[in-house]
């Protein structure tokens, strides 16, 4: 929860002049922020304690369509509201927008203030919690993969997305050159995102046309979230301040290589000594470190939804693309769906190689830490690492291939049910059946182009 602008600052701030409007947001399923646009003194004086919103905004699909089926709210519940707590530690400046702050919002039940359990922000701080029971802290981050295109998302939309240049014309993969001239876009999203509190540490080009990489400093799981959430937020505003678009989508082209987003993360004792790392164990790893990774594999099909929601996230999972296929762990080997990282030293932690550009980080985030800690509680034991192409490894457990086999997975998963709740499982089940109803019903030009003259 580390914002960049205390209370007292930002009334400073606006009796100056310096900031006139505060961002006042929740997190949706999907990762996105939603809210609304107060005056800043409105919001100093009367609503730094609490607003509301329709509670529609934690049941609808990337459409903001209102979805039939769940148990939360719905046409006969009436749609009614929920109270947003601005959490006033996540206060912080929006230096890519004139005059303006930011600050993140935790979702309370609007008759008894109580936590809306299936709010992203929810499920994560109750995992959070539980790992605090246990005397250990957590520490994450994520790298957040994406495209950056030659046109704006207006006239990328107008020629109904088919018309998609990539900002570069090769691989630029570590590539100096190259990513000089997407310094328009790259500089400012570095450089605002830093002076709004975002520990950035770089960016680079990544293993395809116009793919960049943004790289933020490991931090505790909340802030690792809500920084994830504010640089994507950022990457599409200041892309379209510029005239270019960004996409998060995984997979745009299938002739092209998919985007990700790995989550490396690790343990930590009350003292701040690391929980994964002990000099006399294999690797550098400790016995609860074992223990994790162990439950981080065998769970990996519970939890592959939270990493994967969308149809389009499974045609990432292709055999030499750098995107995994199976759950094995292996050292150092971007094969695997889980990669050992700084073996031997203070830094020593798991890498999780499965989730997509387009995973919300709370959910992804909370699903891994639900899945280590079981691994702890049952002491599951963890297998040698794998070595050489894991694409071939015929032994390793198979990552879910398509979102249908993800969502029965997900509903049959007594660990996530125990972990999150039955009442959160049983929500974004009815999400993901919800995508997968909605793609069922669509004819696609693959299918027309194939079967219009031939069939």
Not at 286 to 308: N, Q, V
Not at 320 to 332: L, Q
Not at 337 to 356: K, P, S, Y
Request: charged letters at 25%.
């Amino acid at each position: 929860m580390a914002g960049n602008l205390t209370f007292d600052a930002l009334k400073q701030a606006v009796s100056e002049g310096e900031i006139d409007t505060v961002l006042v947001c929740l997190v949706d399923m999907q990762g996105r922020l939603l809210g609304k646009r107060f005056h800043a003194r409105n919001f100093i004086d009367h609503s730094h304690e609490e607003t509301h919103c329709c509670n529609y905004l934690l049941a609808t699909d990337l459409e903001m369509y209102t979805v039939e089926g769940y148990a939360a709210t719905s046409w006969s519940g009436g749609y009614g509201d929920y109270a947003m707590r601005p959490d006033l530690s996540t206060l912080r400046h929006v230096p890519w927008l004139e005059g303006t702050a930011m600050v993140l919002c935790d979702v309370l039940d609007h008759h008894t203030h109580a936590p809306v359990v299936h709010s992203p922000r929810a499920v994560l701080q109750a995992q959070i919690a539980r790992l605090e029971a246990m005397g250990f802290s957590a520490m994450m981050a994520t790298e957040l993969e994406f495209f950056l295109f030659e046109k704006s998302f207006d006239e990328i939309r107008r020629s109904g997305f088919r018309d998609l240049t990539p900002i570069s014309g090769y691989n630029e993969d570590y590539h100096i050159f190259q990513t000089t001239k997407e310094e328009e876009v790259m500089r400012p999203l570095r450089n605002h995102l830093f002076a709004a509190g975002v520990p950035i540490e770089n960016s680079k080009g990544e293993a395809e046309s116009g793919q960049e990489e943004l790289n933020i400093r490991y931090s505790a799981p909340l802030d690792c979230a809500d920084f994830h959430t504010i640089a994507k937020h950022a990457t599409k505003e200041i892309a379209w301040q510029h005239g270019r678009a960004a996409s998060f989508l995984p997979k745009w082209h299938h002739q092209r290589v998919g985007s990700s987003s790995h989550v490396h993360q690790s343990l930590w004792t009350a003292d701040g000594t690391s929980a994964f790392r002990d000099p006399s164990g294999a690797y550098g790893m400790s016995e609860t470190m074992r223990h994790y990774m162990a439950g981080l594999i065998k769970y990996a099909p519970d939890y592959t939804y939270f990493l994967a929601p969308y149809i389009n996230s499974y045609k990432r999972f292709q055999k030499g693309t750098f995107a995994p296929t199976k759950t094995a762990w292996s050292v150092d080997n971007r094969t695997a769906g889980f990669r050992l990282c700084g073996e031997g030293t203070n830094a020593v932690r798991v890498e999780c190689r499965i989730g997509g550009s387009d995973m919300n980080p709370y959910l992804a985030l909370a699903a891994q830490l639900a899945a280590g800690i079981k691994g702890i509680e049952e002491k599951l034991p963890l297998d040698p690492p794998a070595t050489g192409d894991l694409y071939e490894a015929q032994r390793a457990l198979e990552i879910p291939q398509t979102l249908r086999d993800a969502t029965e997975t997900l509903r049959g998963s007594q660990m996530l049910r125990e972990a999150l709740g039955e009442e959160v499982v049983a929500h974004y089940v009815r999400a993901a059946e919800w995508e997968q109803e909605e793609f069922d019903r669509v004819v696609t030009d693959y299918e027309i182009a194939r079967g219009f003259e031939r069939c």
